[in-house]
């Protein structure tokens, strides 16, 4: 089992729309989980970080989490065609060390 | 403020010769990554630096890769003789503790 898993993708939506991705982890003591962008060509870049059970939001972003459950998830309002990227769900586990999930392609059609 | 830097941005090298890739982090951040990323595919981890502990190597692919973190701050990786299936974008990430934030990358062309 790897330790984090995305939805695969590619996972393509209309401008405007809300673009959902999924991403479960196996390290149940894991504290501290991460969303990052990727355009093409581009290095993995920090969007979004979650700590707590529950809901974040920062702009058009939320993202959720839940322990119990081992999940957390990203959402996209208002989907842009700058949105277009690969989305990376990273988790720490108990010795810090950060782990990758293989990323979700999403294109947002304009 | 300056984030993570890695040099060179793009390596050409003859299969066979062996190369060495910067990364110099964010100062302070304790951890240091190293990934390799082939075209079209997702990040592949090689090693992991904490404070000082010992590295994790885990994802070396051979003995030919090796890596060394200096005084706790600058990084370099080294591959010894080169091959074709090397060449790759390698990025290297600097983490405080949790997270991380990521270079530019060095493109690695193996000819």
């Known amino acids: 089992q790897k330790e984090v898993e995305q939805n695969s993708g590619p996972l393509s939506v209309p401008e405007g729309a809300i673009a959902s991705l999924n991403c479960t982890y196996s390290d149940r003591v894991s504290q501290s989980f991460f969303w990052y962008r990727q355009y093409s060509g581009k290095s993995p870049e920090l969007i979004m970080s979650?700590?707590?059970?529950g809901d974040k939001e920062d702009g058009r972003f939320t993202a959720q989490l839940n322990k119990a459950s081992q999940y957390v998830s990203l959402l996209i309002r208002d989907s842009q065609p700058s949105d277009s990227a690969t989305y990376l769900c990273a988790v720490n586990g108990n010795d810090y060390k950060l782990s990758f999930g293989a990323g979700t392609t999403v294109t947002v059609r304009a | 403020g300056a984030g993570v830097s890695q040099s060179p941005s793009n390596k050409v090298t003859e299969k066979g010769k062996d190369v060495e890739l910067r990364c110099d982090p964010i100062s302070g951040h304790t951890a240091l990554y190293w990934y390799r990323q082939s075209l079209g595919q997702g990040l592949e981890f090689l090693i992991y630096?904490?404070?000082?502990?010992?590295?994790?190597k885990s994802g070396l692919p051979s003995d030919r890769f090796s890596a060394e973190r200096t005084g706790g701050s600058v990084s370099t990786l080294t591959i010894q003789r080169t091959q074709q299936e090397d060449s790759a974008v390698y990025l290297c990430?600097?983490?405080?503790?949790?997270?991380?934030?990521f270079g530019q990358g060095t493109r690695l062309t193996v000819v």
């Open positions: 630096f904490q404070g000082n502990s010992a590295p994790d």
């Open positions: 990430a600097s983490s405080p503790l949790e997270g991380a934030f």
């Open positions: 979650i700590y707590s059970n």
